[in-house]
Protein backbone atom coordinates (compact mmCIF):
# COMPACT_ATOMS: atom_id res chain seq x y z
CA UNK A 1 0.00 0.00 0.00
CA UNK A 2 1.56 3.17 -1.10
CA UNK A 3 1.60 6.39 0.78
CA UNK A 4 0.78 8.34 -2.62
CA UNK A 5 -2.08 6.78 -4.06
CA UNK A 6 -2.47 6.93 -8.15
CA UNK A 7 -5.09 5.18 -10.55
CA UNK A 8 -3.67 1.52 -11.48
CA UNK A 9 -4.41 2.54 -15.12
CA UNK A 10 -5.41 5.81 -17.09
CA UNK A 11 -5.86 5.50 -21.34
CA UNK A 12 -6.15 7.76 -24.33
CA UNK A 13 -6.19 8.02 -28.21
CA UNK A 14 -3.59 9.90 -29.71
CA UNK A 15 -3.89 13.85 -30.00
CA UNK A 16 -5.91 13.51 -26.33
CA UNK A 17 -5.00 15.06 -23.29
CA UNK A 18 -5.09 12.73 -20.01
CA UNK A 19 -4.29 13.35 -16.38
CA UNK A 20 -2.77 11.31 -13.22
CA UNK A 21 -3.41 12.16 -9.95
CA UNK A 22 -1.75 11.40 -7.07
CA UNK A 23 -3.39 11.65 -3.57
CA UNK A 24 -1.40 12.10 -0.44
CA UNK A 25 -1.88 13.90 2.80
CA UNK A 26 -0.66 17.06 4.75
CA UNK A 27 2.42 15.48 5.75
CA UNK A 28 3.97 14.93 2.07
CA UNK A 29 2.38 16.82 -0.86
CA UNK A 30 0.51 18.91 1.10
CA UNK A 31 3.91 20.96 2.59
CA UNK A 32 6.65 19.25 -0.19
CA UNK A 33 7.17 19.34 -3.77
CA UNK A 34 6.04 16.96 -6.24
CA UNK A 35 7.91 14.74 -8.57
CA UNK A 36 6.93 12.67 -11.57
CA UNK A 37 8.87 9.64 -13.51
CA UNK A 38 8.33 7.80 -16.47
CA UNK A 39 9.43 4.04 -16.69
CA UNK A 40 9.31 2.06 -19.65
CA UNK A 41 9.33 -1.30 -19.47
CA UNK A 42 12.16 -3.24 -18.18
CA UNK A 43 13.96 0.29 -18.11
CA UNK A 44 14.90 2.60 -15.96
CA UNK A 45 12.84 5.53 -14.62
CA UNK A 46 13.54 8.85 -16.00
CA UNK A 47 12.57 12.27 -14.00
CA UNK A 48 10.15 14.31 -15.99
CA UNK A 49 8.93 16.91 -13.62
CA UNK A 50 10.76 18.36 -10.76
CA UNK A 51 9.34 20.87 -7.79
CA UNK A 52 6.03 20.73 -8.94
CA UNK A 53 5.73 22.04 -12.31
CA UNK A 54 9.28 22.24 -13.72
CA UNK A 55 9.73 20.51 -16.65
CA UNK A 56 13.36 18.70 -16.58
CA UNK A 57 15.45 20.03 -19.56
CA UNK A 58 14.33 17.97 -22.74
CA UNK A 59 11.48 16.87 -21.70
CA UNK A 60 8.40 18.18 -23.86
CA UNK A 61 6.22 20.47 -22.97
CA UNK A 62 3.09 18.34 -23.99
CA UNK A 63 3.79 17.36 -19.91
CA UNK A 64 2.61 19.72 -17.03
CA UNK A 65 2.81 19.31 -13.26
CA UNK A 66 0.22 20.94 -10.50
CA UNK A 67 -0.90 20.29 -7.48
CA UNK A 68 -3.59 21.65 -5.35
CA UNK A 69 -3.91 21.25 -0.96
CA UNK A 70 -2.73 17.18 -0.73
CA UNK A 71 -3.27 16.35 -4.46
CA UNK A 72 -1.01 16.59 -7.46
CA UNK A 73 -1.63 15.95 -10.92
CA UNK A 74 0.48 15.11 -14.08
CA UNK A 75 -1.27 16.21 -17.46
CA UNK A 76 -0.16 15.08 -20.75
CA UNK A 77 -1.19 16.95 -23.54
CA UNK A 78 -1.26 15.91 -27.77
CA UNK A 79 -1.04 12.06 -26.33
CA UNK A 80 1.75 10.01 -28.44
CA UNK A 81 1.57 6.08 -28.56
CA UNK A 82 5.58 7.06 -27.08
CA UNK A 83 3.91 8.04 -24.00
CA UNK A 84 2.54 4.63 -22.93
CA UNK A 85 4.61 3.88 -20.21
CA UNK A 86 4.35 3.57 -16.15
CA UNK A 87 4.54 6.86 -14.21
CA UNK A 88 5.07 7.40 -10.85
CA UNK A 89 4.76 10.63 -8.19
CA UNK A 90 7.37 10.91 -5.60
CA UNK A 91 7.47 13.84 -2.54
CA UNK A 92 9.03 14.13 0.99
CA UNK A 93 6.66 13.00 3.75
CA UNK A 94 7.57 14.96 7.29
CA UNK A 95 6.45 12.11 8.93
CA UNK A 96 8.93 9.79 11.00
CA UNK A 97 11.98 11.68 10.66
CA UNK A 98 11.34 12.63 7.16
CA UNK A 99 11.39 10.47 4.28
CA UNK A 100 10.81 9.92 0.42
CA UNK A 101 7.53 8.11 -0.28
CA UNK A 102 6.17 7.00 -4.46
CA UNK A 103 2.85 6.51 -5.67
CA UNK A 104 1.71 3.06 -6.51
CA UNK A 105 2.37 3.88 -10.51
CA UNK A 106 -0.26 4.70 -13.37
CA UNK A 107 -0.10 2.56 -16.79
CA UNK A 108 -0.51 4.99 -19.17
CA UNK A 109 -2.31 2.92 -22.31
CA UNK A 110 -2.68 4.68 -25.87
CA UNK A 111 -5.26 3.15 -27.62
CA UNK B 1 27.47 13.19 -17.74
CA UNK B 2 26.81 11.05 -14.52
CA UNK B 3 27.10 7.36 -14.52
CA UNK B 4 25.98 5.14 -11.85
CA UNK B 5 26.56 0.80 -12.36
CA UNK B 6 25.15 -1.01 -9.42
CA UNK B 7 27.67 -4.66 -8.70
CA UNK B 8 26.97 -7.11 -6.07
CA UNK B 9 24.98 -10.72 -6.29
CA UNK B 10 22.13 -11.48 -7.86
CA UNK B 11 21.27 -14.14 -5.13
CA UNK B 12 20.89 -14.31 -1.61
CA UNK B 13 19.58 -16.70 0.74
CA UNK B 14 16.87 -15.68 3.28
CA UNK B 15 18.10 -14.43 6.39
CA UNK B 16 21.39 -13.55 5.02
CA UNK B 17 22.51 -10.31 4.27
CA UNK B 18 22.34 -8.52 1.19
CA UNK B 19 25.60 -6.20 0.06
CA UNK B 20 25.49 -3.44 -3.20
CA UNK B 21 27.79 -1.00 -4.58
CA UNK B 22 27.07 1.70 -6.89
CA UNK B 23 29.98 3.07 -8.98
CA UNK B 24 29.86 6.72 -10.13
CA UNK B 25 31.77 7.67 -12.59
CA UNK B 26 31.81 11.05 -14.32
CA UNK B 27 31.30 13.37 -11.38
CA UNK B 28 32.79 12.98 -8.05
CA UNK B 29 31.05 12.11 -4.47
CA UNK B 30 32.91 13.79 -2.24
CA UNK B 31 32.93 17.15 -4.16
CA UNK B 32 29.43 17.38 -2.17
CA UNK B 33 26.29 18.98 -3.66
CA UNK B 34 24.23 15.38 -3.86
CA UNK B 35 23.10 13.08 -1.79
CA UNK B 36 23.20 9.22 -3.44
CA UNK B 37 20.63 7.26 -3.05
CA UNK B 38 18.97 3.54 -3.42
CA UNK B 39 15.91 2.35 -4.82
CA UNK B 40 14.52 -0.87 -5.19
CA UNK B 41 11.11 -1.98 -7.31
CA UNK B 42 10.07 -5.54 -6.92
CA UNK B 43 8.77 -7.62 -9.75
CA UNK B 44 5.45 -6.07 -11.29
CA UNK B 45 5.44 -3.53 -8.37
CA UNK B 46 6.11 -0.01 -7.55
CA UNK B 47 8.95 2.00 -6.70
CA UNK B 48 10.32 2.04 -3.06
CA UNK B 49 13.09 4.59 -1.68
CA UNK B 50 15.40 2.61 0.62
CA UNK B 51 17.73 5.66 1.96
CA UNK B 52 20.29 7.92 0.55
CA UNK B 53 23.53 9.11 1.69
CA UNK B 54 25.96 12.46 2.12
CA UNK B 55 29.56 12.09 1.31
CA UNK B 56 29.54 12.96 4.79
CA UNK B 57 27.94 9.82 5.86
CA UNK B 58 24.43 11.48 6.71
CA UNK B 59 22.07 9.29 5.78
CA UNK B 60 18.21 9.18 5.97
CA UNK B 61 16.29 5.76 5.51
CA UNK B 62 13.06 4.12 4.41
CA UNK B 63 10.90 4.00 8.08
CA UNK B 64 9.99 0.45 7.12
CA UNK B 65 13.72 -0.86 6.30
CA UNK B 66 15.38 1.28 8.88
CA UNK B 67 16.08 -1.54 11.51
CA UNK B 68 17.81 -3.41 8.49
CA UNK B 69 19.78 -0.94 6.54
CA UNK B 70 22.96 0.65 6.47
CA UNK B 71 24.65 2.57 3.92
CA UNK B 72 28.18 4.14 3.31
CA UNK B 73 30.36 6.00 1.02
CA UNK B 74 34.02 5.63 -0.42
CA UNK B 75 35.24 8.60 -1.49
CA UNK B 76 38.50 7.24 -2.53
CA UNK B 77 37.18 4.50 -4.74
CA UNK B 78 33.81 7.16 -5.74
CA UNK B 79 31.25 4.43 -4.75
CA UNK B 80 28.27 4.55 -2.20
CA UNK B 81 26.87 0.79 -0.73
CA UNK B 82 23.88 -0.37 0.73
CA UNK B 83 24.03 -3.00 3.66
CA UNK B 84 20.43 -5.29 4.14
CA UNK B 85 20.40 -7.57 6.43
CA UNK B 86 17.93 -10.14 7.51
CA UNK B 87 16.83 -10.36 3.92
CA UNK B 88 13.33 -12.42 3.15
CA UNK B 89 11.44 -13.21 -0.10
CA UNK B 90 10.00 -9.73 0.22
CA UNK B 91 13.14 -8.06 -0.80
CA UNK B 92 13.24 -10.25 -3.98
CA UNK B 93 13.59 -6.74 -6.58
CA UNK B 94 15.76 -4.61 -9.08
CA UNK B 95 17.63 -2.37 -6.89
CA UNK B 96 18.99 1.17 -8.74
CA UNK B 97 21.33 3.14 -6.98
CA UNK B 98 20.73 6.49 -8.38
CA UNK B 99 22.02 10.67 -7.59
CA UNK B 100 20.01 12.08 -5.20
CA UNK B 101 19.33 16.21 -4.75
CA UNK B 102 21.21 18.23 -2.45
CA UNK B 103 17.99 18.87 -0.79
CA UNK B 104 17.43 15.75 0.50
CA UNK B 105 13.63 16.10 0.70
CA UNK B 106 13.71 16.83 -3.16
CA UNK B 107 12.86 13.50 -4.19
CA UNK B 108 14.70 14.57 -7.17
CA UNK B 109 16.50 11.44 -9.09
CA UNK B 110 17.79 12.46 -12.21
CA UNK B 111 20.66 10.50 -12.55
CA UNK B 112 20.01 6.47 -12.48
CA UNK B 113 22.07 3.43 -12.43
CA UNK B 114 20.65 0.18 -14.49
CA UNK B 115 19.78 -2.02 -11.68
CA UNK B 116 20.35 -5.01 -10.23
CA UNK B 117 18.14 -7.49 -9.93
CA UNK B 118 18.54 -9.14 -6.36
CA UNK B 119 16.44 -12.82 -5.78
CA UNK B 120 16.10 -13.86 -2.20
CA UNK B 121 16.23 -17.71 -2.28
CA UNK B 122 17.52 -20.89 -0.84
Known amino acids: QSVLTQPPSASGTPGQSVTISCSGS????????VYWYQQFPGKTPKLLIH???QRLSGVPDRFSGSKSGTSASLAISGLQSEDEADYYC????????????FGGGTTLTVL | QVQLEESGPGLVKPSETLSLTCNVS??????????WGWIRQSPGKGLEWIGS???????HFNPALKTRVSMSVDTASNQFSLTLTSVAAADTAVYFC??????????????WGQGILVTVSS
Open chain 1, 51 to 53: TTN
Open chain 2, 98 to 111: ARHHVVVTAPRFEF
Open chain 2, 26 to 35: GGFINRGGFY
Open chain 1, 90 to 101: AAWDDSLNGHVV
Open chain 2, 53 to 59: IYHTGST
Open chain 1, 26 to 33: RSNIGSNT
